[in-house]
């Protein structure tokens, strides 16, 4: 590329001279390409070592004049074709112009201004573009990534770090270079050259550890291998980033979307030396996570930027030290002390924000009012003038809210409040008459538990007081921190939570402390309209919900009617439809059952869209890889906390058997619902933790006895009788009976746990576990999790494709990989839309992955066995109709191992049957067979219909109108559908001349890289020649059997001698486009060996065919009528497969050529090494190029 002239002292230094002019010279790196030697070995690994700008530009053009000693680099490039193209264009268009000039100093001048003024027409046409925002030296790097390991332009450099690499015992010093999908290392050492690329998603296992023998390193472990990386400059920043893009890649396994850039992120306020957009993308995605996690709030915030503060808490009459966080819709606080304050302001309750007077004692503060009449007084803040006008610009974008924040809380489970919504008028009992969900529905405006508790008389028990006691302690506190989204989150309100919600604020708060009512009043009407959209639709989430909505807490009165029923399925159903990739999963219902209880029906479906897809991921979808996932994390837990009974769960297997119906159900289908529900309390406020500290708890509780068992059996008995007595001494409700009580029938009943002394041990000593200690666990948990799925898909489609196919269990394991890889490719070097498109999880594992024909036809042109040079791609586009049964442009992998199979492994008929339907419909397309009406017109009115025929065709379509009103009719049609049909050779259709010429082409073109080329070459001139007689007899045949017709009886007979030459002609000219070499220009030996044999274009008995030069043209030996008919096709002439098969079995060089087994493990390598070929070929070009320029 063109470069801002620069001023370069020592031209010589490090650099040799290969072209030269009086005034440009033309060099090339020492160390690049051949030769060198030592020297060229040092100047190679310095630039390695040090990240010379030259391995990304090994070649350069200088400017020189006789009377100076400064030279001027005008030009670069990272390839000897690049820098050739702007030494051709100075020495056409700048040598001659400045070769007239007398002053050395003009022309110095006039080249500068010329390449400067190339650089600036260069720069205005790509403004139109968009811009790069990466510095230059980020830019060069990701040049020299793409040159070492041969990417495309798609594949984009996130960052790059010099470290070693540890090859046996001796480490390699080089750079390590992380992009969106590739781990890629490059190091070259006095002439040892050393690459590593290993993708993202074949990555099982991440680790950062220090040994002794790899002091403070990172392990990269893939299935087959692990690879070592140390000696980082900062190997915190570098693991973090390799944690983001191995997760981003285990997403796109998981779901199989592929990464989009952000691209409305805000540009930088000044250029950031070597970090990229992208790694400034990834840093933005991390920040916003946990800011999001942090706060609980929606997976579109974004967080604007955050700045240290104190905030003025009236509470305790203090100011709290922390950190205030603005987003686009957010303004959220929280102190450095854990627990100590958490506050979140949501914009659309904000009315005043505004600069206080500051003072010594409260410098630069800034207060903010709510519409609720709260007020907070944030100070010491840095920059109050620039944070009071960002939080102004993301007011203005902040619809006005219909409602306060007081509004909508005090509808939730008060049905008697003042401010609940009053019934709907009789004028619009019309309105809602017609719609599945209204404000009049019983569950629209309360809990199930308050309508089955409203006509209850009063309990003053102990137990009614206690509650009432609870109650008035949350007002107290209400009325000290506030109450709703604004409330100040303290270490007090943990207590009351640990200390149970009350019944009648249990929904209220489980809204606030999920983060459901943020989004809720965001989407007024939202869950209404989905409720209308969803029922009446039939799919398979649907069937499931209705066959669990029985099932769903059947012990509870409140799901023993219609009223709870309904609920559950509008709810349950609305998920499905607003999410369809998860759909609806087991254990949703018993979740969505007890958020019935206690919430109007949209306040459960919000809250059962945070569990899903905030609070916990990925638990219900398919495949249960979240709940999967946190099993992993727990048994990770219990190694660490419970070492001794870790080691003898483990043998037992007993942790993955319990571990998965306690947390997909937190709880709640094995511990009595009175107690289970205080769980789900803790949960909402506390996270997964709460979770994972109680199971542990229930472990350390049970050890002695369960270090005891000896069999599973006797461990889940033991855990169960225990869950089973865990109860809530303080609830007022009436017992419910448990589904596990069968558990505890024994002589000793187990004594009763209570659930508040669990939850206070499992905080005494388990409260150490962190939110961000797990999600690090997390993350390696899901690395395995998602692998061993992927091992167990793989496995099963091989299982599969055992019985219907007769490649090995290794061969197809690795066609199932290479196949798999090109879709994962499609996902993040295509387009991403069209990838997702692809891949549907619910489908069985064979038809999970599905590739296009662009992708087939690489397959193709590496793995099958036959190549056909430049008709491959037409061959390979014909088999992918041929196996696209279905007809929406994607080929699913049992499907291509069906076509694979039949070329590798089927008989000579078999393989004969394929390659004989590649050259008719559906497999030839109509823009191949120009003649395909012609020869609908040989299938279909090839015989004259008399008034016989007519009738009979009468009398079939009367049947048939009778048949279509018996229903027994398609019964039958259904039953005959579904009958496997056996293809015989005889149910295949005849062939026309056009698809003989198609085939005869195909097979020269197969066979032009043989050892038994020219042997080849004679049998298919002979079977070809023998087809064209046998279809010539046929058509003779079909003639002379018709009926006379007046316009043919007076027509001359046809001349057989003639229509044959003119079918031969056809073939001849085939091929003769398939610019073959004759076989009649044998060698003398040839024709002496074989002198019966006839020549490849000549005709087996009459010999009135010749061809005469095949790279020029056909030349039909004959009169003039023959030669004009050389180029019409015959419509009348057809062969069958049959006669086909017959005559090339009186070929042996065919019969050999088709039944020769071959192997595919060859090409199965080649396959995968495809990429390390390209790069070893493009430098090896690059090289020879090099040597015969020196």
């Not at 230094?13 to 020297?39: C, D, K, M, T, Y």
């Not at 991440?206 to 403070?216: D, G, I, Q, R, S």
């Not at 019309?430 to 019983?442: E, F, I, K």
Request: aromatic share 8%.
């Amino acid at each position: 590329m063109w470069i801002q002239p620069e001023e370069v002292l020592l031209a010589g230094a490090l650099w040799v001279s290969e072209r030269a002019n009086p005034f440009f010279i033309l060099q090339r790196r020492r160390g690049h390409g051949r030769g060198g030697g030592l020297s060229g070995l040092l100047v190679g690994t310095l630039d390695v070592v040090l990240d010379s700008s030259a391995r990304v530009a090994p070649y350069r053009i200088l400017l020189q004049t006789a009377d100076s000693q400064i030279y001027w680099n005008i030009a670069s490039g990272s390839s000897r074709k690049e820098i050739t193209e702007h030494w051709d264009w100075l020495e056409s268009n700048l040598l001659q112009t400045i070769s007239i000039f007398d002053n050395d100093e003009d022309v110095t001048t006039f080249v500068k201004g010329k390449i400067s003024g190339i650089i600036a027409e260069e720069n205005r046409l790509k403004q139109g573009e968009e811009q790069e925002e990466d510095c230059g030296k980020f830019r060069e790097a990701e040049l020299k990534m793409r040159r070492l390991f041969g990417m495309p332009d798609e594949e984009k450099l996130v960052n790059y770090y010099s470290c070693s690499f540890w090859k046996g015992r001796v480490p390699r010093q080089g750079w390590l270079y992380l992009s969106v999908n590739h781990l890629c290392f490059y190091s070259f050492l006095l002439g040892k050259e050393v690459t590593l690329v290993v993708q993202w998603s074949e990555v099982t296992q991440l680790e950062k550890n220090a040994t002794l023998v790899f002091p403070e390193s990172v392990r990269v472990s893939t299935r087959h291998t692990e690879h070592f990386f140390s000696m980082f400059l900062n190997i915190n920043d570098t693991f973090k980033l390799m944690e983001q893009l191995a997760n981003i890649a285990m997403r796109q396994l998981l779901d199989n979307e592929a990464f989009a850039a952000d691209r409305s992120l805000p540009k930088p306020c000044k250029t950031l030396k070597n970090v990229s957009a992208l790694k400034r993308d990834l840093d933005a995605r991390a920040k916003n996570e946990r800011y999001r996690t942090m706060f609980r709030l929606t997976q579109d915030e974004r967080l604007d930027g955050h700045t240290d503060c104190t905030l003025w808490t009236p509470f305790a009459k203090m100011h709290v030290v922390g950190q205030l966080f603005i987003s686009n819709n957010y303004i959220c606080f929280n102190s450095r002390e854990e627990d100590l304050c958490q506050l979140i302001i949501p914009l659309r309750e904000v009315s005043i924000v505004e600069k206080a007077d500051s003072s010594s004692v409260l410098p630069c503060p800034v207060s903010i009012s709510t519409k609720n009449k709260m007020n907070f007084l944030f100070a010491n803040l840095k920059d109050r003038d620039f944070l009071v006008q960002r939080i102004s610009d993301f007011l203005q974008r902040t619809p006005d809210s219909s409602w306060g924040d007081t509004s909508p809380l005090s509808l939730i489970g008060h049905s008697g409040s003042s401010s609940a919504p009053s019934c709907p008028a009789a004028g619009s009992d019309s309105v809602h008459r017609g719609r599945h969900y209204h404000a009049a529905l019983p569950t629209a405006s309360q809990g199930l538990l308050q309508l089955y508790h409203r006509d209850a008389p009063e309990d003053l028990g102990p137990k009614a007081m206690k509650e009432k006691m609870k109650e008035e302690a949350w007002n107290i506190h209400f009325s000290e921190f506030g109450r709703g989204v604004c409330m100040y989150r303290t270490s007090r309100t943990r207590e009351l939570v640990l200390n149970g919600i009350p019944e009648r604020l249990r929904g209220e708060l489980w809204l606030l402390f999920s983060g459901a009512q943020n989004e809720m009043a965001t989407h007024p009407g939202y869950y209404g309209d989905l409720v209308e959209q969803a029922m009446g639709l039939c799919s398979l989430a649907t069937e499931e919900i209705e066959r669990d909505l029985h099932r769903s807490m059947p012990e509870h009165r409140a799901f023993q009617n219609d009223t709870g029923i309904a609920a559950l399925r509008r709810v349950l159903t609305a998920y499905a439809h607003r999410n369809p990739g998860i759909g609806y999963c087991q254990a949703m219902n018993i979740v969505t059952s007890v958020l019935l209880l206690y919430c109007p029906e949209e306040d459960a479906f919000w809250l059962l869209v945070a569990l899903c897809e905030r609070m916990l991921p990925d638990y219900y979808n398919t495949r249960v890889v979240g709940a999967l996932v946190d099993q992993g994390v727990f048994e990770e837990l219990t190694r660490a906390f419970l070492p001794l009974l870790h080691e003898h769960m483990q043998a037992l297997g007993v942790i993955s058997t319990i571990s998965l119906s306690w947390f997909l159900t937190l709880f709640l289908s094995v511990m009595p619902f009175d107690s289970a529900v205080l769980l789900v309390d803790c949960f909402f406020y506390e996270g997964i933790k709460v979770i994972f500290q109680v199971a542990l708890a229930v472990l350390h509780d049970n050890m002695d006895a369960l270090l005891s068992c000896n069999d599973e059996g006797e461990a889940m008995t033991i855990l169960g009788r225990y869950l089973d007595n865990v109860v809530n001494k303080q609830t007022v409700a009436p017992p419910i009976p448990h589904l596990h009580a069968l558990l505890t029938s024994g002589d000793d009943p187990p004594p009763e746990i209570d659930i508040f002394d669990l939850i206070k041990s499992s905080y005494e000593k388990f409260g150490s576990l962190r939110s961000d200690v797990i999600e690090q666990m997390r993350f390696k948990q899901r690395l395995k999790v998602i692998q061993s799925l992927e091992d167990t898909a793989k496995r099963s489609v091989v299982r599969a494709m055992m019985t219907e196919s007769a490649f090995s269990i290794e061969e197809l394991e690795e066609l199932y990989c290479l196949f798999k890889s090109k879709h994962m490719t499609s996902c993040y070097w295509g387009s991403s839309s069209s990838a997702a498109e692809r891949h549907d999880p619910s489908l069985p594992y064979l038809e999970q992955y599905r590739i296009d024909p662009a992708q087939f036809t690489q397959l193709f042109a590496a793995l099958a066995p036959w190549t056909c040079g430049g008709h491959t791609s037409a061959l390979s586009a014909r088999l992918f109709r041929l196996l696209d049964q279905n007809q929406d442009g994607l080929v699913n992998f049992k499907e291509f191992i069906t076509g694979l199979s039949g070329m590798y492994h089927g008989d000579m008929t078999e393989k004969l049957k394929l390659f004989y339907k590649l050259h008719l419909p559906p497999a030839l397309c109509p823009e191949e067979a120009e003649s395909a009406l012609e020869a609908t017109h040989f299938f279909t009115e090839d015989e004259p219909r008399g008034e016989e025929g007519m009738d009979e065709e009468d009398e079939e379509k009367k049947v048939s109108e009778e048949k279509l009103k018996d229903y027994r009719y398609y019964l039958r049609m259904w039953a005959k559908e579904k009958e496997p049909k056996t293809e015989t050779i005889k149910d295949l259709p005849r062939m026309n001349q056009e698809q003989f010429i198609d085939v005869c082409k195909t097979l020269y073109n197969m066979f032009s890289e043989e050892p038994q080329e020219q042997q080849l070459y004679h049998a298919i001139a002979t079977v070809a020649s023998l087809l064209l007689r046998i279809g010539e007899v046929g058509k003779k045949f079909n003639n002379g059997s018709k009926k006379s017709d007046p316009a043919t009886a007076q027509a001359p007979p046809p001349d057989p001698q003639r229509q044959g030459g003119a079918g031969e002609a056809q073939v001849c000219r085939a091929l003769a486009d398939a610019q073959l070499e004759p076989a009649a220009a044998q060698t003398s030996d040839e024709e002496a060996r074989d002198d019966t044999s006839v020549s490849s274009y000549s005709v087996v008995s009459t010999g009135s065919l010749q061809c005469e030069d095949i790279g020029d043209d056909t030349v039909l030996i004959g009169g003039g009528e023959s030669r004009r008919r050389g180029s019409v096709l015959d419509v009348d002439w057809s062969i069958t497969f049959e006669q086909v098969l017959a005559s090339l079995l009186t070929e042996p060089a065919l019969v050999d050529y088709f039944e020769r087994k071959r192997d595919i493990q060859n090409k199965m390598v080649a396959c995968k090494a495809q990429r390390a070929v390209e790069r070893k070929t493009s430098s090896a070009s690059d090289h020879e190029l090099t040597h015969l320029s020196t």
